[in-house]
Nanobody, 130 residues
Framework: QLQLVESGGGEVQPGQSLRLSCSTS????????IGWFRQLPGKDREGVSC??????????YYGDSVKGRFTISRDMSKNSVYLDMKNLRPEDTGVYFC?????????????????????WGQGTQVTVSS
């Protein structure tokens, strides 16, 4: 059983940045597609960014609302996947989750609503408020 732990959430002002981390201690995340999702107040969970495994080219997908502001990356030395979030807006406020899947799936398909990820973390709160 893969246990994912998210960290790095918090409260910031609009325009500021945060780095979220998704990590695990037992297995290498290098073999998993990783996705970042968020649950905004009153809305369905949405795919923020997903990254495929290297076998399918390590493709990256970003949701339209975060393109140009968020960056997903792997750091295998720390067995972590990061979501760097810049120029945060109040509408980015919500709970952010990471997910992992062993399938060699394309990043854009993995981020689609309804895709059944193998493992989920517990989530971390991000609040953007002045």
């Amino acid at each position: 059983q893969l246990q994912l732990v998210e960290s790095g959430g918090g409260e910031v002002q609009p325009g500021q940045s945060l780095r979220l981390s998704c990590s695990t201690s037992k297995y290498s995340l290098d073999y998993y597609a990783i996705g970042w999702f968020r649950q905004l107040p009153g809305k369905d969970r949405e795919g923020v960014s997903c990254i495929s495994i290297k076998d399918v080219g390590g493709m990256i997908y970003y949701g339209d609302s975060v393109k140009g502001r968020f960056t997903i990356s792997r750091d295998m030395s720390k067995n972590s996947v990061y979501l760097d979030m810049k120029n945060l807006r109040p509408e980015d406020t919500g709970v952010y989750f990471c997910a992992a899947d062993l399938s060699p799936i394309a990043a854009d398909r993995a981020c689609e609503k309804g895709y059944a990820w193998d493992f989920w973390g517990q989530g971390t709160q991000v609040t953007v408020s002045s």
